[in-house]
């Protein structure tokens, strides 16, 4: 597509339910990042896949966090029995290269998914 | 956490005024990135500079980067009230071999407001 889409763009959640967040990246980007933005802050890093594999889930905050990329296109961010602290807005990026290019990966960010628990 | 520090953490300005945030960081970077976020919309790509890079203009932009004290600043030259949004620092980390990582860490961000 011509840009990274995010679905839904809007959830709403009672405590303890799980949800989950789809990303589709532009099409034959490599790179994947998840992050997280709490209201007025900046965005934090959940967890990066390149193609299918992950190689690094450092900033999920929990094991209630789970993300996967099965066939290195679309992505799902699940979050299991939620809570209160995980409304945020969750974004999804893309990029063309490999983590460890020798270059510099510029994002192409999704307009993102706004959770709310209630 | 947090890489970076911005401030101002808010800045009002009247149309036709110049803008300036600053970022201060920790570690050492591969490159220094700045994006925007308008209202409840994601973040788009204003700007790079690489690490050996000093300044880089593009458009009305003008970004400065100093290494030695860990900081860079964003210039917004004549702004308009479309540049109203809010402004965030990211820095991409080097690798042992000094490669990019790509794992881009934000700082806190600048609201800046234009008023017409």
């Known amino acids: 597509g011509a840009g990274v889409s995010q679905s839904p763009r809007y959830k709403v959640a009672k405590r303890g339910q799980d949800v989950a967040l789809r990303c589709d990246p532009i099409s034959g980007h490599v790179s994947l990042f998840w992050y997280q933005q709490a209201l007025g802050q900046g965005p934090e890093f959940l967890t990066y896949?390149?193609?299918?594999?992950?190689?690094?889930k450092s900033g999920l905050p929990s094991d209630r966090f789970f993300a996967e990329r099965p066939e290195g296109s679309v992505s799902t961010l699940k979050i299991q029995r939620t809570q209160q602290e995980d409304s945020a807005v969750y974004l999804c990026?893309?990029?063309?290269?490999?983590?460890?290019?020798?270059?510099?990966?510029?994002?192409?960010f999704g307009a993102g998914s706004r959770l709310t628990v209630l | 956490s947090q890489q970076g520090e911005e401030d101002p953490q808010a800045l009002s300005i009247q149309e036709g005024e110049n803008a300036t945030m600053n970022c201060s960081y920790k570690?050492?970077?591969?490159?220094l990135q700045w994006y925007r976020q308008n209202s409840g919309r994601g973040l788009v790509h204003l700007i790079l500079i690489r690490s050996n890079e000093r300044e880089k203009h593009s458009g009305r932009l003008r970004v400065t980067l100093d290494t030695s004290k860990k900081s860079s600043s964003l210039l917004i030259t004549a702004s308009r009230a479309a540049d109203t949004a809010s402004y965030f620092c990211a820095t991409d980390g080097a690798n042992a071999g000094g490669t990019s990582y790509g794992k881009l860490t934000f700082g806190q961000g600048t609201i800046l407001t234009v008023h017409p």
């Open positions: 896949f390149q193609n299918e594999a992950q190689l690094d």
């Open positions: 570690t050492s970077i591969n490159n």
């Open positions: 990026a893309s990029s063309p290269k490999p983590g460890n290019w020798a270059g510099a990966n510029v994002l192409t």
